[in-house]
């Protein structure tokens, strides 16, 4: 019954699933490694952001490198900044979302003792009229001397897809917390870098804008995505055999009932349709 398994085509058929099968477990194992590497780079990334915070050019170094040039081991160090709020220069940060909710977020400069400025992306506000031009109405930055405590970011630049920000004149809105381009209306220079707050004294005087969380890599996705290729595997592993046994029954049904005209030790006299033996053949007998 099985004897087609012999066969050139069944041949390849076997050594195509048997490819197939090992080519989605080898995917499996390959974004198990790399679910284990971003899971262990996600605890590290979590125990940094956690930190005591540090002072900013004890991890950046100079002021005076380009935003693209910050190292990005950089990214997520917890750090300190003291300055005073520069609200006059306050931008929002488009299409941000917070729990599903549209927004924005507010970014503003925190103007340290040297002159120099830090952007501090302060929290988030709803998507409203209101988040599309500074002032923000009961988001106002604390006024004096302010110590700032959060996570440093890299300059954002955009990629394939994406709004683009004008190129000139002084804009109370961005796409992207672009530091070259927001550096260009600003009358000093700022930091390579951008702080995410999570505290600040004097505190907010509200809840508004809302303190963002830290978000870092999420390693689920290839957790996911290596389930899925071996459940794959395991399908075409199963399958396959079940395919065969179905092909293998329908052969042999065919072989056990065989059209009557192709028997060849069948008399000729007892099919109907033979030479001589139609219902027209035995009429002229008869007569």
Not at 115 to 120: D, F, L, Q, R, S
Not at 134 to 146: D, I, K, L
Not at 189 to 196: A, D, F, N, R, T
Not at 243 to 258: E, I, Y
């Amino acid at each position: 019954m099985y004897r087609f398994l012999r066969k050139p085509l069944w041949l390849l058929s076997h050594v195509l699933i048997a490819a197939l099968v090992v080519t989605l477990i080898g995917l499996g194992f390959w974004q198990r490694s790399r679910y284990l590497e971003e899971r262990q780079e996600s605890e590290q990334l979590q125990t940094i952001a956690r930190a005591a915070p540090v002072g900013l050019t004890a991890v950046i170094g100079d002021s005076e490198i380009e935003p693209a040039a910050v190292k990005e081991s950089a990214r997520y160090r917890r750090v300190e900044v003291t300055g005073v709020y520069d609200s006059a220069n306050e931008v929002a940060i488009l299409n941000r979302s917070r729990g599903g909710a549209p927004g924005a977020w507010v970014m503003t400069p925190l103007v340290q003792a040297d002159g120099t400025a830090v952007p501090i992306v302060r929290g988030w506000i709803p998507l409203e009229p209101s988040a599309q031009n500074p002032p923000f109405p009961g988001s106002e930055a604390p006024t004096g001397q302010v110590s700032v405590t959060g996570n440093i970011q890299l300059t954002q630049q955009r990629g394939s897809f994406g709004s683009v920000d004008p190129n000139q004149g002084e804009l109370s809105a961005l796409s992207r917390v672009d530091l070259d381009r927001y550096a260009e209306q600003l009358p000093y220079s700022i930091e390579p870098v951008w702080v995410l707050l999570d505290g600040q004294t004097p505190a907010q005087a509200n809840d508004s804008p809302a303190v963002i969380e830290l978000q870092t890599k999420d390693p689920s996705q290839n957790f996911s995505y290596m389930l899925q290729w071996w459940i794959f595997a395991l399908i075409a592993l199963c399958g396959y055999p079940l395919v065969l046994r179905m092909v293998a029954r329908n052969k042999a049904k065919g072989d056990q009932t065989p059209a009557e005209d192709d028997d060849p030790d069948r008399d000729p006299d007892e099919i109907p349709w033979a030479v001589g033996a139609g219902p027209e053949h035995e009429a002229s007998s008869n007569s």
